[in-house]
C-alpha cells in the first residue's frame, strides 16, 4: 500500500515493532495463496486494486464467529462446588 512513499512506510514498520504485537489474525484466506487462487483479493502480484471497506466488512460479517463463551466454558466458578462450570 505504501510501497511508493519509503517515509510512511518505515514510519509503519516502525508503528508495528512498537505496539508489541506478535501475531496477527485474519479471516482473509487469500494470504499465502497463490495468485491463481485467490478468491478475496485480485489475481495480481500486489493484491492491488485492493477491496473496498464495505468489501471487507461483508466478508467479516460473512465469516461464522467463534463465540468467546465456548473457551470460558472450560473455566470453573469460584464459589460453589470444584469443578462447576460458570455457564
Given at each position: 500500500?505504501?510501497?511508493?512513499?519509503?517515509?510512511?512506510?518505515?514510519?509503519?514498520?516502525?508503528?508495528?515493532?512498537a505496539?508489541?504485537?506478535?501475531?496477527?489474525?485474519t479471516?482473509?484466506?487469500?494470504?499465502?495463496?497463490?495468485?491463481?487462487?485467490?478468491?478475496?483479493?485480485?489475481?495480481?502480484?500486489?493484491?492491488?486494486?485492493?477491496?473496498?471497506?464495505?468489501?471487507?466488512?461483508?466478508?467479516?460479517?460473512?465469516?461464522?464467529?467463534?463465540?468467546?463463551?465456548?473457551?470460558?466454558?472450560?473455566?470453573?466458578?469460584?464459589?460453589?462446588?470444584?469443578?462447576?462450570?460458570?455457564?
Amino acid at each position: 500500500m505504501y510501497h511508493d512513499q519509503p517515509e510512511a512506510l518505515a514510519f509503519l514498520e516502525r508503528l508495528l515493532m512498537a505496539s508489541g504485537i506478535e501475531k496477527r489474525h485474519t479471516v482473509i484466506a487469500d494470504y499465502g495463496r497463490p495468485m491463481e487462487e485467490r478468491t478475496f483479493f485480485p489475481r495480481t502480484r500486489d493484491f492491488r486494486p485492493e477491496p473496498t471497506t464495505q468489501a471487507r466488512n461483508d466478508l467479516f460479517i460473512a465469516r461464522p464467529r467463534r463465540s468467546p463463551c465456548k473457551p470460558a466454558r472450560h473455566l470453573r466458578h469460584p464459589i460453589g462446588e470444584v469443578g462447576s462450570p460458570i455457564f
